[in-house]
């Protein structure tokens, strides 16, 4: 019992590197927790496969992962990767499956939601310490060394941004814990949301927190609960909208005026909008609009050629959010989502409002962003259909009782 509650959280954990703990960015760490995992997710996959006992979005998570797998093709006819590089470049594609695992092992969803909560703190409370600490940190994706873009850790909003793996899971906790508390009146989960609000804030993705609070607002209009939305909070969120606003284009013009600043979000919209011109003209071939060009390998020339991109003129393509993905894994994979969401949205009445809230932000994300099909983002998006799945056949086995009686 223990195993099932805990293994989920462990996955989780691996995928974010142990929310980018530094010492983890190595090849030894891959070696012998990343891989032992994906194995662990494939022998789940095979056993949850023979006994058949299919989730309600089984067929569109295959669906995912053979339409990735399809863009192996184009990346060894047209960019000369061989599929040797190829199986080790889409290694962790086997994310996807993660859903099956938890299929299999059926964990109970409260006993996932909690640790993902502890999860989320630990997130938010290391990034605000490092705010303090800096230079001094060891938590971090984007560094003073590693960061190629900017020269040294980027300043974004007024804030260094470590860009830690694992914002979803605070999204996932943020809106659990907001609407509990409007269900409920607990203050404690009114002021856990409000920190992990903090907490997104400060991860400083401008996109994501503004989307982040723009939903919060819907939720509140929209949604029903068992007490009225405080108004309070309603205009709490309207504020930290127009703060996120206005933040965002002081900071931007502070920064355009330091002829030393490498690197602004003015800039990044001006290298994002590159890359779209890029990556328009990137299709070697007619059939890589159908299963894209393939993820690069870091060791094929295809791989160097798009790390050059990065090295001189800035353009990532992880940067340019469905483009993106349909360029590098075709209009299948892009059909593959719409209709996993389709099947969402086919259920949507049986989902509790913190599922669907969390589900319209990585749609949005999904959009403008490809950072959410990180290894971690999978993973996290895979716990998220199988508290869908489990919320489905309740809500539906109530609902059933409710028409009997």
């Known amino acids: 019992m223990n195993f099932k509650r805990y293994y989920p959280i462990l996955i989780l954990l691996i995928f974010t590197r142990f929310l980018s703990f530094h010492p ?28 058949k006992n299919l989730g309600n979005f089984s067929k569109a998570v295959l669906f995912i992962f053979i339409s990735i797998l399809l863009s192996m093709i184009p990346a060894y006819l047209y960019h000369q ?13 086997v994310c996807f499956l993660f859903y099956f695992a938890l299929l299999y092992l059926r964990p109970d969803t409260q006993k996932l939601i909690k640790p993902i909560c502890i999860i989320a703190f630990l997130f938010c409370s290391i990034q605000l310490i490092q705010q303090v600490t800096y230079p001094h940190y060891i938590f971090y994706l984007r560094g003073d060394e590693n960061n190629r873009v900017a020269g040294s850790i980027e300043i974004r909003m007024g804030m260094y941004r470590y860009a830690l793996l694992g914002i979803y899971i ?44 723009f939903l919060a607002i819907m939720g509140l209009l929209l949604f029903k609960y068992k007490r009225k939305p405080q108004k309070n909070m309603l205009f709490f969120f309207v504020i930290m909208l127009f703060v996120a606003v206005s933040w965002t284009m002081i900071s931007d013009a502070l920064q355009s005026t330091k002829s030393q600043q490498k690197y602004s979000s ?8 590159g890359g779209y011109t890029f990556f328009s003209n990137y299709w070697p071939h007619w059939s890589t609009y159908i299963w894209g060009n393939g993820i690069a390998s870091n060791e094929s020339k295809y791989g160097a050629e798009l790390d050059d991109l990065i090295t001189t ?18 209009i299948l994979f892009v059909l593959a989502i719409f209709y996993l969401y389709y099947k969402l949205f086919c259920s949507w009445k049986y989902l509790p409002k913190y599922l669907k809230l969390t589900l319209l932000l990585m749609l949005v994300n999904i959009f403008v962003r490809s950072s959410f099909f990180h290894p971690s983002g999978v993973i996290l998006f895979m716990i998220v259909l199988y508290l869908c799945d489990v919320s489905i056949a309740k809500n539906k086995q109530t609902t059933k009782i409710r028409i009997q009686q």
């Open 266 to 273: 003015l800039q990044e919209d001006q290298f994002r909008s």
């Open 313 to 330: 003129n800035f353009i990532l393509r992880a940067d340019l959010g469905l483009f993106g993905l349909f360029n590098e894994r075709g």
């Open 24 to 51: 983890f960015e190595s090849n030894l760490y891959v070696w012998l927790a990343e891989l032992p995992a994906l194995l662990s997710i494939l022998y789940y996959f095979y056993h949850e496969r023979k006994r």
């Open 170 to 213: 605070v999204i996932l906790a943020f809106y659990y814990l907001l609407c509990r508390w409007l269900d409920t009146n607990i203050k404690k989960h009114l002021y856990m949301a409000v920190f992990f609000f903090l907490g997104i804030f400060v991860y400083s993705e401008r996109i994501t927190y503004v989307f982040v609070i």
């Open 81 to 93: 990767q061989s599929f040797i590089l190829s199986l080790n470049a889409y290694k962790y594609q």
